[in-house]
Nanobody, 119 residues
Framework: QVQLVESGGGLVQAGGSLRLSCANS????????MGWFRQAPGKGREFVAR????????IYADSVKGRFTISGDNAQNTVYLQMNSLKPEDTAVYYC????????????WGQGTQVTVSS
């Protein structure tokens, strides 16, 4: 069974940095891509970033472009999110997820890690 576990969240002041990690504690799998999503209080879940393992292409939400960097290792089933220049509006629960094929839903999800940015 696949079990994605996020870590690295916490409380940080605006302008600060955090690095989120996502690791698989279950059986190893090979995915097409892995991504990060977030959900702020009272809001729906939104896409943050994705990395496609073949070729290493990345894509970011406009709101985090230039501040966040996604990286990882498909063989290790790990993905990271380096978050710099954090803003209060980045406050949310952050989730990692695995996409098994192009244009398909994300199948595996972590339980989330809280990021709180104070002003």
């Amino acid at each position: 069974q696949v079990q994605l576990v996020e870590s690295g969240g916490g409380l940080v002041q605006a302008g600060g940095s955090l690095r989120l990690s996502c690791a698989n504690s279950g059986r190893t799998f090979s995915s097409f891509a892995m991504g990060w999503f977030r959900q702020a209080p009272g809001k729906g879940r939104e896409f943050v970033a994705r990395i496609v393992w073949s070729g290493g292409s990345t894509i970011y939400a406009d709101s985090v472009k230039g501040r966040f960097t996604i990286s990882g290792d498909n063989a290790q089933n790990t993905v990271y999110l380096q978050m710099n220049s954090l803003k209060p509006e980045d406050t949310a629960v952050y989730y990692c997820a695995a996409q098994m094929a192009p244009a398909r839903d994300y199948v595996y999800w972590g339980q989330g890690t809280q990021v709180t940015v104070s002003s």
